[in-house]
């Protein structure tokens, strides 16, 4: 709410600042409670509350929704009448549950996975091919019960394919494996220039947010705006020690989402635009004549790559292992299902956040399993807020 | 949370270079010609204009006003569209043939309606829209108007719809609407106030027929506005 606040202080502080001489008292931090509205809507947190607790249990309407997403079909008349015969809740919920494990169960949740994952990956969807086989290992390990960590540490098994009910075990090709991070569809998929696409997608697909996502103390940098960034500002290169200068602050302060960009890029950059992987760095960059991206174009040659500030991450499989340790990632793993499952949209593109608190029980299960992400799915889809409407 | 904290940076200095620039930020140099403040545009000696744009703060309050805060919404189910996949399913389900390919049938307008119904681009990196858009739900109620006799001839064969070797009823010799074949359509056990709806349609058409038709489009509608 902390957060929410301030962003209405934002929006109104156009009006505040020129109408007041910006007397700067107008919709300040106020503690972060944000206890008196909830988002502007002229209700406060407690009537949100309120309209919470006005949601009643209705496993009816609950096994549709999740018959729908979990097979891709109706429930059958014996499913629904399983449900609606029954008075008592708990035995409802029992018998919800039972038809959930069945759903998770069968082979059109395999092909409801894939569709899931392509989704989430913005990839594949053709005949099955290489764009297939990351959706696919995703779709696997929700099937098969397998850890979501081997979305970024896999060394074999991470390349299957998918006949429309059954997987077939297969190894990405090359000779880095760590999941889906070197996988040649999704390197192909978002080749770029200084393979800073590639980047976004992994922050985006697996982080749950756009960059910038190292955000520390304000620091004059003696631009338009302050260098908001965790790493030392000189860390990443500018147009003495490249070609680019990634230190520009005189329309917007590149380094504010460059210090994290720069330090993994080069990892991803030795990827051509079929995502083979080659010995020397493959993608272009948008200088004249398009030449290849260079080392020194990213970084200083002090520094090193990494996941994140102090995680450094010399290779692929380093840069998975440090994602796998990362509790923001598991945490978006968690809002995916979660957002999957109660209807929401893209949690990146339209912004459509998961607080912490809302799912605090499904990310400790899911932690203390190993990652689990049938287990995960089971949990979300039984969860009160599912089966609440 | 943390990328609404980027957006209130982002929101605070795009809005302060607005309303305090004659003091807060006089003493800075100005953007290169060619450039605005805020943008990734370039000058003809830095690299190169790209996107750095993310959800316009206006547009997020507005969401947060009308739907509430994340605290309250993350709770709650959201209203999305049908996927494109499960509606064909569905369609199946209740009878519709989504191979006939005869113009303007129900199977036609599903299989010609993948892009007006969002369906995912991933040549492009687009995945799936499952929000409720117009073209998505008008093409989606002709699939159901179109459809709609389909239903009514196969709802009584339908395999899924049986419940102990019974068929679902949809009109009774009566045209009375039945709580089975309305269950069966829409996935979900029928109330009273699902029969009067229907019975309503039927009655208040210019024929008993096409009142079953509408009827039996409407309920579909209803039902499958929201997956």
């Known amino acids: 709410m902390k957060n929410l606040a301030a962003i209405l202080f934002a929006a109104t502080s156009v009006v505040a600042c020129v109408g007041s001489a910006g007397d700067g008292t107008t919709g300040g931090d106020d503690g972060g409670s944000g206890s008196d509205t909830g988002s502007g809507s002229g209700m406060t947190n407690d009537q949100w509350d309120q309209l919470l607790g006005q949601r009643v249990v209705d496993y009816n309407a609950a096994l549709r929704t999740a018959a729908i997403r979990l097979t891709g079909d109706l429930p059958t008349m014996d499913e629904i009448n399983s449900i609606s015969t029954l008075t008592d809740v708990a035995a409802q919920k029992t018998a919800y549950e039972t038809l959930l494990t069945a759903y998770l169960a069968r082979p059109t949740f395999a092909k409801q996975m894939m569709g899931f994952w392509q989704d989430t990956f913005k990839m594949g969807g053709g005949t099955m091919n290489e764009m297939d086989t990351a959706p696919a290992f995703a779709a696997m390990l929700s099937v098969n019960d397998g850890s979501y960590m081997d979305l970024f540490t896999a060394q074999t098994g991470n390349c299957p394919t998918f006949d429309g009910t059954t997987f077939t075990a297969g190894t990405c090709a090359g000779s880095v494996q760590a999941g889906v991070l070197a996988n040649p569809g999704a390197m192909k998929q978002f080749f770029s220039n200084f393979a800073f696409r590639r980047v976004r997608w992994v922050q985006e697909t697996f982080d749950c947010a756009k960059f910038p996502i190292e955000v520390g103390a304000a620091q004059d940098v003696h631009g338009a705006a302050p260098y908001n960034g965790v790493w030392p500002f000189e860390s990443i290169s500018d147009d003495q020690v490249g070609r680019v200068n990634f230190r520009d602050v005189s329309a917007v302060v590149c380094a504010n989402c460059h210090q994290t960009i720069n330090h993994i890029a080069p990892l991803f950059a030795y990827f051509d635009d079929q995502g083979a992987m080659q010995t020397a760095i493959s993608v272009p960059t948008p200088l004249d004549g398009a030449p290849k991206a260079e080392l020194t174009d990213y970084l200083p040659a002090t520094e090193t790559t990494a996941w994140r500030y102090q995680k450094p991450a010399t290779t692929i499989p380093a840069l998975g292992a440090a994602m796998a340790a990362d509790p923001a990632v598991a945490k978006c793993g968690v809002a995916r299902i979660w957002n999957w499952a109660l209807g929401k949209m893209d949690i990146v593109d339209t912004l459509t956040d998961v607080p912490q608190e809302t799912i605090q029980a499904q990310q400790d299960a899911f932690t203390s399993s190993g990652f689990k992400l049938k287990q995960l799915i089971f949990a979300v889809y039984s969860s009160d807020d599912f089966v609440k409407f | ?227």
């Open chain 2, 1 to 227: 949370m943390k990328n609404l904290n980027l957006i209130f940076v982002a929101a605070v200095s795009t809005l302060g270079l607005v309303a305090c620039v004659d003091n807060t930020l006089s003493e800075d140099p100005p953007p290169p010609e060619g450039t605005s403040p805020g943008t990734a545009g370039a000058g003809t000696d830095n690299t190169f204009d790209h996107e750095n744009d993310g959800i316009s703060p206006w547009e997020l309050v507005d969401r947060l006003t009308k739907e509430g805060p994340p605290r309250y919404t993350s709770h709650v189910h959201s209203c999305s569209k049908v996927r494109y996949a499960n509606l064909g399913n569905v369609l199946k389900s209740v009878g519709i043939n989504t191979t006939n390919t005869m113009q303007l049938s129900a199977g036609q307008l599903y299989t010609s309606g993948f892009n007006a119904m969002g369906g995912p681009n991933y040549d492009n990196r687009i995945r799936e829209s499952i929000s409720v858009s117009t073209s998505g739900a008008s093409r989606m109620f002709d699939i159901f108007a179109a459809g709609a006799t389909e239903v009514m001839t196969a709802v009584p064969t339908l395999q899924r719809c049986m419940s102990g070797g019974t068929p679902a009823v949809l009109f009774d010799a009566n045209g009375q609407c039945q709580k089975s074949g309305i269950t069966c359509i829409i996935g979900t056990p029928a109330t009273d106030a699902h029969v009067s709806l229907c019975n309503l349609s039927v009655t208040s058409a210019s024929t008993p027929e096409i009142g079953k038709r509408l009827a039996v489009a409407a309920i579909l509608a209803a039902a499958y506005t929201c997956e």
